[in-house]
């Protein structure tokens, strides 16, 4: 089946210092995948989206690479700041899925003046 | 704007009581939508796929009976929490896919005293 798996939080860490998120993914056909951002008390936004090998989804300075060979999705930041502070879900949807999307477990980021 | 709505955003019941809500896509006509729930701290996980025109579509572990979802129209899926119970109590979302893209209801907290 189609499942997503993320490192395991909480991540602490200091502004402008560098954030790597790992996930990795399982998926019958070929995947189009995300990170979704939860800052405290709101709803899950986009943050960035690949939907196929090699391409690679950035917005506000976070960047991920849809790596086929590895099935890895993983999120960067070269300098985090405190507005950053979220939970952050890396996603899969399947077309013959019916598009459904399949969350991951969420990682939880603080960052600390 | 937003594109999909929920109502109600929030809801207090008392147990053994039923409560609807509905999902709502603006605009624009969705074959399909899904159902998903967040427990606090936790990930969504996805509960149906609502199917404009026929039974929905539920994932292993949800009780149908249970969680009535009902797909009437185009633009409107209604999910109905039967005999509600305090381990109901969630974050109920609704996602639609439209032209590849995915769009969040905002969200309805449903508590159950």
Known sequence: GNSVTQMEGPVTLSEEAFLTINCTYTATGYPSLFWYVQYPGEGLQLLLKATKADDKGSNKGFEATYRKETTSFHLEKGSVQVSDSAVYFCALSVETSYDKVIFGPGTSLSVIP | ?113
């Open chain 2, 1 to 113: 704007g937003a594109v999909v709505s929920q109502h109600p955003s929030w809801v207090i019941c008392k147990s053994g009581t039923s409560v609807k809500i509905e999902c709502r896509s603006l605009d624009f006509q969705a074959t399909t939508m899904f159902w998903y729930r967040q427990f606090p701290k936790q990930s969504l996980m996805l509960m149906a796929t609502s199917n404009e025109g026929s039974k929905a579509t539920y994932e292993q572990g949800v009780e149908k009976d249970k969680f009535l979802i009902n797909h009437a129209s185009l633009t409107l899926s209604t999910l109905t929490v039967t005999s509600a119970h305090p381990e109901d109590s969630s974050f109920y979302i609704c996602i639609v896919e439209r032209e590849s893209e995915q769009y969040f209801g905002p969200g309805t907290r449903l508590t159950v005293t």
